[in-house]
T-cell receptor, first 111, second 115 residues
Framework: SQQGEEDPQALSIQEGENATMNCSYK?????LQWYRQNSGRGLVHLIL?????REKHSGRLRVTLDTSKKSSSLLITASRAADTASYFC???????????FGKGTRLHILP | DGGITQSPKYLFRKEGQNVTLSCEQN?????MYWYRQDPGQGLRLIYY???????QKGDIAEGYSVSREKKESFPLTVTSAQKNPTAFYLC??????????????FGEGSRLTVL
């Protein structure tokens, strides 16, 4: 089963614009993480937000979490060509250490 | 440098053959994971292990087997019982218990193609 569902599935924007991706999940969680994957490579951790946090920043990344709506968003500001990648949210409920990923958003930054 | 090493990067298999994918980490992490990724899809959990000599099934364990004889190693065997094994396989590890907020560190993946 896949806990998270990212939206949109694909996103193309001009370089310099902001990119927003959303993640919805089904059950209560302890933490939500965002990862990035360049084509054909492994995933790289971007940011983790705990269930008792509402917003977190890291460089050009801003993540929000709304546990009442079971949703999270990832904002990348001032996008660059190098941001072209797939982005995944991952959740864990803490009970059994399973970390479950969504299907991802494919982000393409146009020059 | 510390990290996770997966091998081989590319692997071709004939139908009916078992193949084993290697995953080694020198991060001293307790927990290790195997995920499968199909084109345009997210990651689906195959097996995971929190400690040596112990492992649990994930969501799609049928047709796969694992072992965890050493802390740093978590090999995955794709058996002939796996009906559609062509996919990209990713190994990951995390310090301690993932349920308390463990960041996953990933290998570069192994791409398996069945001929």
């Amino acid at each position: 089963s896949q806990q998270g569902e990212e939206d949109p599935q694909a996103l193309s924007i001009q370089e310099g614009e902001n990119a927003t991706m959303n993640c919805s999940y089904k059950t209560s969680i302890n933490n939500l993480q965002w990862y990035r994957q360049n084509s054909g490579r492994g995933l790289v951790h971007l940011i983790l937000i705990r269930s008792n946090e509402r917003e977190k920043h890291s460089g050009r990344l801003r993540v929000t979490l709304d546990t009442s709506k079971k949703s999270s968003s990832l904002l990348i500001t001032a996008s660059r060509a190098a941001d072209t990648a797939s982005y995944f949210c991952a959740t864990d409920a803490g009970r059994d250490d399973k970390i479950i990923f969504g299907k991802g958003t494919r982000l393409h930054i146009l020059p | 440098d510390g990290g996770i090493t997966q091998s081989p990067k590319y692997l071709f298999r004939k139908e009916g053959q078992n193949v084993t994918l290697s995953c080694e980490q020198n991060l001293n992490h307790d927990a290790m994971y195997w995920y499968r990724q199909d084109p345009g899809q997210g990651l689906r959990l195959i097996y995971y292990s929190q400690i040596v000599n112990d492992f649990q099934k994930g969501d799609i364990a049928e047709g796969y087997s694992v072992s965890r004889e050493k802390k740093e190693s978590f090999p995955l065997t794709v058996t002939s019982a796996q009906k559609n094994p062509t996919a990209f396989y990713l190994c990951a590890s995390t310090q301690g218990l993932a349920g308390v907020g463990g960041e996953l560190f990933f290998g570069e993946g192994s791409r398996l193609t069945v001929l």
